[in-house]
C-alpha cells in the first residue's frame, strides 16, 4: 500500500516524540528545582529568620515550598506531554481513517463498480 501524506506522518512523530522528551525532561528538571530548593532554600530561609538563623523552622519551609513547586511543575509539564501526544494520536488517527477509506473504496471498486444500488422503495 503506499505511503500517503507523509509531512503529516512527519509531523505526527516529532509531535509524539517531542512529547516524551518535555515529559522526561520535565520530570528531571522538577526533581532538581525542589532538591535545590530544600538545600539551598534552606540555608536562605535560615538567614532571613530572627537573629540570622531559623534551624528546622527554614528546612521545613523549603521543604513544604519545595513539594508544591514539584507537584506544580509535574502537572504543568504532563499536561504538555499529554497535549503533544494527543495531537499526535490525533494526526494518525485521521491518517488511519484516511488508508481505511482507500482500501475499502478500492475492494468495492473490485467487488462491483464501486457504486451501491439504491435503497429499496418503501
Not at 32 to 58: E, I, N
Amino acid at each position: 500500500m503506499e505511503t500517503k501524506y507523509r509531512a503529516l506522518r512527519t509531523i505526527a512523530t516529532i509531535f509524539k516524540v517531542l512529547g516524551w522528551v518535555i515529559l522526561i525532561l520535565g520530570i528531571l528538571g522538577a526533581c532538581g528545582t525542589s532538591a535545590a530548593m530544600v538545600f539551598g532554600g534552606s540555608t536562605v530561609l535560615g538567614m532571613a529568620g530572627p537573629g540570622g538563623g531559623g534551624g528546622d523552622v527554614s528546612l521545613v519551609y523549603a521543604l513544604v515550598i519545595a513539594v508544591v513547586t514539584f507537584i506544580v511543575m509535574i502537572v504543568t509539564v504532563g499536561l504538555y506531554a499529554l497535549v503533544l501526544i494527543a495531537a499526535s494520536e490525533g494526526i494518525q488517527v485521521f491518517l488511519d481513517i484516511e488508508a481505511n477509506t482507500r482500501e475499502m473504496a478500492k475492494r468495492l471498486a473490485q467487488r462491483g463498480g464501486g457504486v451501491m444500488p439504491p435503497p429499496p422503495s418503501p
